[in-house]
């Protein structure tokens, strides 16, 4: 069984930054993709960014391009999502996500195992 336990979020005002962290327990990650997906009040949950836990390839939503870094320290087994030039946008709950099947993930429903959740939002 896989564990994601997320940290980091809060309340930042606008042009910010933050880190989001997302420990990750339960089996080994090598073959695995992760990502973090966001979800605000009323919005359907959408792609933020993707990482493959092996060789560290990544990807990002257009919306966070530039700004948002995802990266992975495999001796922690942790992912992060470093995040500056936060926008009142970006307000949301930040989940972490493991994909077993899918390399770099875009979809919801290409992962497998979540994490509960972790809020940011941004001020004005």
């Known amino acids: 069984q896989v564990q994601l336990v997320e940290s980091g979020g809060g309340l930042v005002q606008a042009g910010g930054s933050l880190r989001l962290s997302c420990a990750a327990s339960g089996r080994t990650f090598n073959d695995y993709s992760m990502g973090w997906l966001r979800q605000a009040p009323g919005k359907e949950r959408e792609f933020v960014a993707s990482i493959k836990w092996s060789g560290g390839r990544t990807n990002y939503a257009d919306s966070v391009k530039g700004r948002f870094t995802i990266s992975r320290d495999n001796a922690k087994n942790t992912v992060y999502l470093h995040m500056n030039s936060l926008k009142p946008e970006d307000t949301a709950l930040y989940y972490c996500?493991?994909?077993?099947?899918?390399?770099?993930?875009?979809?919801?429903?290409?992962?497998?195992?979540w994490g509960q959740g972790t809020q940011v939002t941004v001020s004005s």
């Open positions: 996500a493991a994909a077993l099947f899918t390399t770099l993930p875009t979809r919801e429903y290409e992962y497998n195992y």
